[in-house]
């Protein structure tokens, strides 16, 4: 088990550098002639020019050396492995401080924490869910908050990185002689390449997102879309359904905006029956994100994603239907998803609202569709 690390969170500049060049897995014995983790270490560090000078003066490269012994090749799955963990403490704890500087106004600091206490997949987002090798339970964590519910965003952050964080982390550590073990059992057989190892390590650990290939070809843990992540999923909780599905009740919301043609049958006039809802068209025309909580800086943060998934955002979601001659149809959606109510003019009075939402969204099972964020205002 590793010794606790220090609760301050390291400088993410200096984080990033002292990583970025990691040791070769197998270093090569001391001797005169290079060897291939001779060059590729050169390369890093030197480039490929000094490389080829020091070739030609020095002669051709030794053959590979053998693969270490199993000991030494668990040792370095090992360091790995660690390093990724404290990557992921690092970016977490970059996270948890951003998202305390953009809801530095908001005051229900105890029911929010409360509520991020009841379920923490907010702090386990990055990992992978392909394998087991590190699969932990959450159960129990974030549970305590000695001594007392947090009152403000200093308490919020002392609590999320020693009840969560930290706990996550150690629980990760716990399998971390397991996983490198069926690591090695995979790659017996398929040689021993640094950059094939680490690769493995990390998938099995993080979602591909969270993986980022620095200079040499190296693939390391990636802090700051760690704490993107983070940041991200605590604000959405922050602006979560707190009272009855009415937008301008609620902190947090979505709004679709489509134009509806092929709803009017040849001949229509105000109060005759529409066309089946099956034949309506539907054309998004763009939408609007809105938080409260945090504001125009919460509402960039979730911009930095190429698309919002409302559908796992408990947040209101709103339908707002358009035709060329004024009609008008709003749908309200709960923070789970559920229709709540309706608002229409005399052309939308008729149609089943249930109908008209699993219609519009009927390429995503009547759920809320991702939207570019692009599109969002």
Not at 49 to 67: F, I, N, S, Y
Not at 208 to 234: L, N, Q, S, T, Y
Not at 281 to 287: P, S, V
């Amino acid at each position: 088990m590793q010794t606790d690390r220090t609760t301050e969170t390291p400088d993410r500049a200096a984080t990033e550098d002292r990583v970025a060049e990691p040791a070769p897995l197998a270093p090569a014995a001391p001797g005169r002639a290079l060897n291939h983790a001779n060059v590729l270490a050169l390369q890093r560090s030197a480039g490929n020019h000094a490389t080829t000078a020091m070739l030609a003066r020095d002669g051709p490269v030794a053959a590979p050396p053998k693969a270490p012994p199993d000991d030494q090749k668990l040792s370095q799955l090992r360091d790995i492995a660690l390093l990724a963990i404290n990557t992921y403490e690092d970016g977490a704890a970059d996270g948890i401080l951003d998202a305390k500087g953009t809801l530095s106004s908001m005051s229900g600091w105890g029911p929010f924490v409360t509520a991020l206490a009841g379920n923490v997949i907010w702090a386990a987002a990055c990992f992978s869910t392909g394998g087991t090798a590190f699969a932990i339970s959450l159960v129990g964590i974030g549970v305590g908050m000695s001594p007392s519910i947090p009152k403000n965003g200093e308490d919020f952050a002392a609590w999320a990185k020693a009840s969560v964080i930290k706990e996550i982390r150690q629980r990760l550590e716990s399998k971390v002689d397991s996983a490198t073990k069926d690591t090695l059992a995979k790659l017996g057989t398929d040689g021993w390449d640094d950059n094939k190892v680490r690769s493995e390590i990390l998938a099995q650990l993080f979602k591909p997102e969270f993986v980022k290939v620095i200079a040499g070809g190296i693939p390391m843990a990636d802090r700051a879309a760690i704490a993107h992540r983070i940041h991200a999923d605590i604000l959405v909780r922050a602006n979560r359904q707190v009272a009855d599905p009415n937008p301008m009740q609620n902190p947090g919301y979505v709004h679709y905006n489509y134009k509806v043609s092929g709803h009017r049958p040849p001949g229509y006039q105000f109060g005759d029956d529409l066309a089946p809802v099956e034949r309506w068209k539907f054309a998004l025309t763009g939408g609007e994100l809105t938080m409260e909580e945090g504001g125009a800086t919460a509402v960039a943060e979730l911009k930095k994603d190429p698309k919002l998934k409302p559908a796992e955002m408990p947040f209101i979601k709103v339908i707002h239907l358009t035709d060329d001659d004024g009609g008008l149809l709003v749908l309200t959606i709960d923070g789970k998803n559920a229709y709540f109510k309706k608002f229409s003019n005399v052309v939308f009075q008729r149609p089943d609202p249930q109908s008209v939402v699993k219609a519009v969204w009927s390429d995503s099972a009547g759920l809320p569709p991702e939207i570019e964020t692009s599109k969002l205002k």
